[in-house]
């Protein structure tokens, strides 16, 4: 197992001028760990990051984008795996970070703890590249690679909690978040 | 006699009119032939195929973040699935999502607060709830206010419904 944060600096080291939306708990850690304008904290409904993402993708094939989504985030919108797969954006990077529980509605298991494979299952829906990480040695040692990649790429990332970020989701929420995101992304590279 | 058809050409000419690029949608029987075949068919838009109406949401969401128009074309049981997606991306954090709806099996000529189908008797009154901009289109002279309506979501940034009350023709 991985520590999310540690996943969370591995990405940031290669983001270049990606844009990343962040859900939940991840959202909070990249809160914490970056002060990027080009960061998002928030898809506004749980299970809806991935389909952002795609959305932002389609819309901005020049610039990268990548999703830090949760396990039980994921697992509402699980059609959106085939959705992206056939619209096949080529500047999408999904992350799943696999911690096995809804972390942040009391840390109760997700259906089928241990045994679904998300990374399978995003390989069978049609992604070109498909991998899953529980070492963190491997992931940076492949992360750059596979941030080279054409996609959509699909990444899973066996984790547990890291160090404890600050439950602001009063700074995530807010519509400036947005403003501010939207011009960042917008702006000329 | 108000003629009771919607003519897809003219909803097509006024997507164009409204600048919208991509049409985002799962299939819907009242707006399949007259308007999404040709759209699919055409080129015009590019058109993003959904599993479920609620990712649409939020693809139509990150378009709008990168600039970018696009419509939720879904139908009305779609819309109701998709309530707290509207809820959460749409109406709070306001982005400009425009929805066009067919509702299914809706009696010609009978507004939808009046059908006899519960589930389009409901459909007004939730978007009313919600502060969603929205009206039905039931005749041609109807279509013309949607480019002024989809301009009006992304000035204000605020999502809006046109609903589709007949059978689009080609």
């Given at each position: 197992?991985?520590r ?15 844009a990343?939306?962040a ?6 850690d990249?809160?914490?760990l ?9 898809a506004?409904?749980?299970g809806q ?6 959305g932002?993708?389609?819309g901005?094939?020049?610039?990268k984008?990548m ?54 299952i ?20 492949m992360a ?46 | 006699m108000?003629?009771?058809t919607?003519p897809?050409?003219?909803i ?41 109406e ?38 709070e ?10 509702l ?24 009313d ?42």
């Amino acid at each position: 197992m991985m520590r999310r944060d540690d996943c969370i600096q591995t990405i940031l080291q290669h983001r270049g001028d990606a844009a990343i939306l962040a859900v939940y708990n991840t959202g909070l850690d990249l809160r914490r760990l970056s002060a990027s304008r080009l960061n998002l904290y928030s898809a506004g409904a749980m299970g809806q990051g991935s389909s952002w993402g795609l959305g932002l993708a389609l819309g901005m094939p020049e610039r990268k984008i990548m999703v830090l989504d949760g396990d039980g985030s994921l697992l509402m919108n699980l059609g959106s795996l085939v959705t992206i797969a056939n619209a096949a954006p080529p500047n999408l990077y999904h992350f799943v970070f696999e911690n096995g529980c809804y972390e942040a509605n009391g840390s109760h298991p997700i259906p089928g703890q241990g045994r679904v494979s998300f990374a399978g299952i995003a390989r069978e829906a049609g992604f070109p590249h498909s991998y899953e990480f529980d070492d963190l040695a491997t992931f940076e040692r492949m992360a750059a690679g596979l941030l080279a990649l054409e996609g959509p790429v699909f990444v899973t990332l066996k984790v547990v909690q890291g160090d404890p970020s600050p439950q602001d989701y009063a700074y995530v929420n807010a519509a400036e978040r947005l403003r501010e995101f939207r011009e960042a992304i917008t702006s000329r590279k | 006699m108000i003629e009771s058809t919607v003519p897809g050409p003219a909803i097509i000419a006024a997507l164009r009119q409204a600048k919208i690029e991509f049409v985002v949608s799962v299939p819907d029987i009242t707006t399949s032939q007259g308007l999404l075949w040709p759209i699919a068919n055409g080129k015009d838009f590019t058109l993003v195929r959904l599993c479920k109406e609620d990712e649409g949401v939020s693809v139509c969401a990150g378009l709008a973040m990168a600039g970018r128009r696009a419509v939720l074309l879904i139908q009305h049981t779609g819309l109701l699935d998709s309530i707290n997606a509207i809820r959460g991306i749409a109406c709070e954090q306001a982005q400009p999502v425009c929805m066009v709806v067919g509702l299914l099996a809706k009696e010609p000529n009978v507004p939808p607060r009046q059908s006899k189908s519960f589930g389009l008797r409901i459909v007004e009154p939730i978007l009313d709830a919600m502060a969603i901009e929205h009206y039905c289109i039931e005749n041609p002279s109807e279509i013309s206010r949607l480019p002024s309506a989809i301009d009006r979501a992304y000035a204000t940034s605020q999502p809006m419904v046109a609903l589709i009350g007949q059978t689009v023709t080609p």
